[in-house]
């Protein structure tokens, strides 16, 4: 029989399967009634090995598979590796191809924000703001689609250049659509401040100050609404962010109200963004030609992907394949401001502040070691050690593949 | 005899509950989807998946108890339905009533939000614990304003009889208009007996999955959501017999009609509160019943005996 008093200490799971959360992670939370006193961030449920990959495949193989890093900053994480990529090729872009790029990175922080701002009203109970925001993210699918061909992984990067040209009927398509989204924006804008649920729900939820943001080393949109005006676009421009002109949003509200505002008024910078495009976009080629063989040499990128900084650290030795690459998705940096956010929170607080910093689990996985806090005990294998363990886990399940290792072995002699 | 059978077991009985439950899910459903922009649900969908719950496999957990998770569905089916019979509905007397089932009709009503407590807190489960415990804490902070708002009236008509209030505001026509504070507190506190936005604080799915009855499978998940589609039904048909007591003196088809539109006027404004607010929180919530709910209440009764001692000399 459970005695009332003992409800004082109850650990509940969240994660690795949860409503509230898309992808799968796992969130210890203690509480005592409904006040997190406790809490462990375990990462890993969601590991694919893909800088692993990368290194058995060429350089314009990566870049494919690095797009799907992620569902939603696809484009991100393609442009951020092939900067890179260019950077060691000393590959001088064209300019028109430098724009399409940034035109495609804009409509794509449009799309994220927007999925953002639904999925957040989700998570404190709010299921009509989710339609509302998702029909209207189905206008800026719609135009990616249109562009590129693709809802979700555009494929429009190539190394050198883009792939695809934008016409001024595409153009006008996307600047039409821009005034539709701007005025529904503004509505979300309004509903932001005048909405007294939402505005309980959201003002001095998860917070982190100045401070914390800089210990802990936020980035994004979670970085900028405590204040800290950091944006790769701004502070190392890429693509044709130079020769544009627009603002670095940041708010002083240090929650998740600030948060949300921050991204609503992002979204306002990036129609502006799409505008100058549609205006400066010059004339000329789409590419230029880029060697197989990438000369050897090291260089990281950075690129502000929508939830914050995207680096990408690419190594050449000379060869069709990278040495290394290594991807630093912006969840990453920002997953440690979440268990402060938490600090002294309600249970009920929890999914919105998880979902305020705009996770994408899948893209911070990266490794296959997991650094229990209770065992501090650390073990790094090696890929020799991980590839015998899994023979030795199949053949426990009695999978053997020794007969055909060998008959290969025998073919590849001859 | 049989009259009486048929009454209770068909019309307006249980089976009339059963398809006008369905038919409130429905309607509630779709008028959520369409403020929100979506097509909604084909008007069998309730039926379709109570008939899909049925027919699933009933899993107990294994350190629940056996009996109390069995029993509870049952429970509150029973006395939801059993409370539906002291109603007035479209006639002035209701099926049975005796002085004083106000009050009976009243405390029926909380004996389901006291069997989803006892079936979360015998589920075993961190989700469900948790969500009976929400629903417990919700129950004091929306009950009293409710209880006030809904005695208030029966305190302006001097009678503890559901019948016989209906029978004084149709001698006294006008007098319900002193009640309508009354019934806009009623009306969201209902949403918190309902458990519906913004008090779906007990089965917040993004907190603790489906709160009380995460651990609910099959035929006693269906009689669970079967309760809660004759809760919205019974708490439509209180607030209507008790704050909208007009037209029980026209004769029965038309009677019904308006029965049922004045139901369904009470269903829209759940749906539509629903649509238009966020989730709030289990502190937010009792704080907002306390501070204002519960005084504007108060302010009812006083407003009531007041209005009775300048009406009804």
Known sequence: MHDIHDFGDVKVPVGPQHPALKEPESFLITLRGEKITAMSIRMGYNHRGIEKACEERSYIQSMYLLERVCGICSHSHSTCYVQAVEEIAALDVPRRAKYIRTLVGELERIHSHLLWLGVAGHEIGFDTLLMYSWRDREIVMDLLAKLTGNRVNYGINTIGGVRRDVTSDQMKDVLRSMDLLEERTKYYIELAQDEITLAKRLSGVGKLTYDDVIKLGAVGPTARASGIARDIRKDDPYAAYGELDFKVITDDHCDVFGRTVVRLKELLESYKIIRQISEKMPEGPLTVRAPRKIPEGEAIARYEAPRGEDVHYVKSNGTERPDRVKVRAPTLANIQAVARMLEDGYLADMPIVIAAIDPCFSCTDRTTLINDTGLRKKETMDWATLRSLGIESYKRRGVCFDKLNRKLEKGLKK | ?313
């Open chain 2, 1 to 313: 005899m049989i009259t009486q059978l048929f009454n209770i077991l068909i019309f307006p009985g249980i089976l009339f509950l059963i398809i006008y439950g369905f038919f409130a899910e429905y309607i509630d459903r779709k008028l959520y989807a369409r403020f929100q922009n979506r097509i909604g649900p084909p008007w069998y969908q309730p039926v379709a998946d109570f008939f899909k719950l049925v027919g699933k496999e009933n899993i107990v957990p294994e350190q629940a108890d056996k009996t109390v998770f069995k029993l509870m569905p049952v429970f509150a089916l029973a006395s939801t339905i059993t409370s539906f019979f002291y109603i007035p509905l479209w006639r002035e007397k209701a099926l049975y009533h005796f002085g004083g089932d106000v009050i009976v009709v009243l405390y029926l009503l909380t004996i389901p939000t006291l069997t989803f407590f006892l079936a979360g807190w015998y589920s075993r489960s961190v989700y469900a614990m948790i969500g009976a415990v929400r629903g417990l804490s919700q129950l004091f902070a929306y009950e009293a304003p409710l209880f006030a708002a809904i005695l208030s009236a029966a305190l302006l008509a001097d009678t503890w009889t559901l019948s016989d209030i209906t029978t004084f505001y149709r001698n006294h026509p006008s007098l319900w208009l002193v009640n309508i504070p009354g019934f806009v507190i009623a009306l969201i506190s209902l949403l918190g007996k309902l458990e519906k936005t913004p008090f779906d604080i007990p089965e917040a799915e993004t907190e603790i999955v489906a709160g009380t009855f995460t651990e609910y499978t099959g035929k006693l998940y269906a009689l669970f959501r079967m309760t809660m589609n004759i809760e919205l039904v019974v708490g439509a048909s209180l607030l209507a017999a008790v704050f909208m007591p007009f037209g029980f003196q026209l004769n029965p088809v038309l009677g019904v009609l308006v029965y049922i539109l004045k139901s369904l006027f009470i269903i829209f404004i759940v749906a539509l509160s629903r649509t238009v607010v966020a989730r709030l929180r289990l502190d937010q919530m009792v704080s907002f019943c306390w501070r204002f709910l519960a005084p504007l209440s108060f302010l009812q009764v006083l407003i009531s005996v007041i209005a009775k001692k300048v009406f009804m000399p």
